[in-house]
């Protein structure tokens, strides 16, 4: 049996989803309402316990004009000089969290992690549930159980076929899911333990450069990490990005302002973007 959160999470992407296909005819609260089958004050009301907004300024805020706004930064001043020269305090942006990326040395993953000890908990998310695991040197995967537990945890041993696995959270497991509630302060000394090629932790380190709220393309990404003629690469290593969300690759979209794929579905794509907007649009204006 769904969860009431998982069928009031379905309710709001789907909202999202028909928000992006038809704001050029900038539908009304009746007709989105009618779409997802609540009545107006109940989508309302839900929307704004939600977003954090009123289903009119989510519409107003997450527009295409809103990503090609991101994009016209690629001529000036980019998000990450932006950022670096701001010196990143008191946003409340993920940045803030300072995450520190330790690649995994030959010697811990050769064997499929056979000297590893990996712990593993499943959690609930405004977006699914989420399946997390650690070592003791930080956090090493993340990702959405659509597919159910069992498949989930399935995957990850395919990443490690050789560690030894717990069913057990940990502190730093607490940390990384306080994203979720805003609690910027806890995860500040958070540590990520991936496995990664140097080019692919380079581009994953870049993606936490990109604020909450912003937004960035493939190219300039590339550009970022010196290599301009690299975007197909940097596509790739983006969608092996190994901890959903922490790492944030639903903020890369095309170079044309289209949302693009994502590893987890365009609709949860469309989902976070918006509730990522949502918060920052209703932090500005506290």
């Known amino acids: 049996m769904e969860t009431q959160e998982k069928i009031n999470y379905d309710r709001i ?16 609260l009746e007709e989105v309402a009618e779409h997802i089958h609540l009545s107006p004050f109940h989508f309302q009301r839900m929307f704004k316990e939600w977003a954090g907004v009123t289903p009119k300024q989510f519409l107003q805020y997450l527009t295409l004009e809103h990503a090609k706004s991101m994009l016209k930064r690629e001529s ?8 670096f020269e701001a010196g990143l305090s008191g946003t409340g942006r993920l940045h803030d969290l300072f995450i520190k990326i330790e690649g995994m040395t030959p010697g811990e993953y050769k ?39 069992a498949e989930a945890l399935r995957t990850l041993r395919l990443e490690f076929p050789n560690a030894h696995y717990e069913h057990a959270g940990d502190a730093q497991q607490t940390q990384a899911l306080s994203i979720f509630s805003r609690d910027w302060s ?3 000394d958070l540590k990520l333990h991936l496995k990664g090629t140097p080019f692919q932790i380079k581009v994953w380190e870049t993606l936490l450069k990109v604020p909450m709220g912003d937004l960035t393309t493939y190219s300039e990404l590339a550009r970022q990490v010196n290599n301009p003629g690299a975007v197909r690469a940097v596509g790739t290593a983006v969608g092996q990005n190994p901890v959903a969300f922490l790492i944030p690759c639903h903020r890369v ?18 989902a976070i973007i918006g509730w990522e907007a949502t918060r920052e649009l209703a932090e500005g204006r506290a």
């Open 111 to 149: 064997n499929g992690g056979e000297e590893l000890r990996i712990r593993y908990n499943y959690s609930e998310s405004p977006f699914g549930l989420l399946l997390i695991a650690s070592t003791d040197k930080g956090l090493c995967y993340l990702a959405f159980a659509d597919e159910g537990r």
């Open 76 to 83: 000036g001043a980019t998000l990450f000089d932006a950022a």
């Open 13 to 28: 992407a789907n909202a999202i989803e028909f928000y992006k296909s038809n704001f050029r005819e900038q539908p009304s």
């Open 186 to 188: 806890q995860p500040a």
């Open 253 to 270: 979209i095309r170079s044309d302002g289209q949302i693009g794929e994502y590893h987890w579905g365009s609709t949860r794509k469309n």
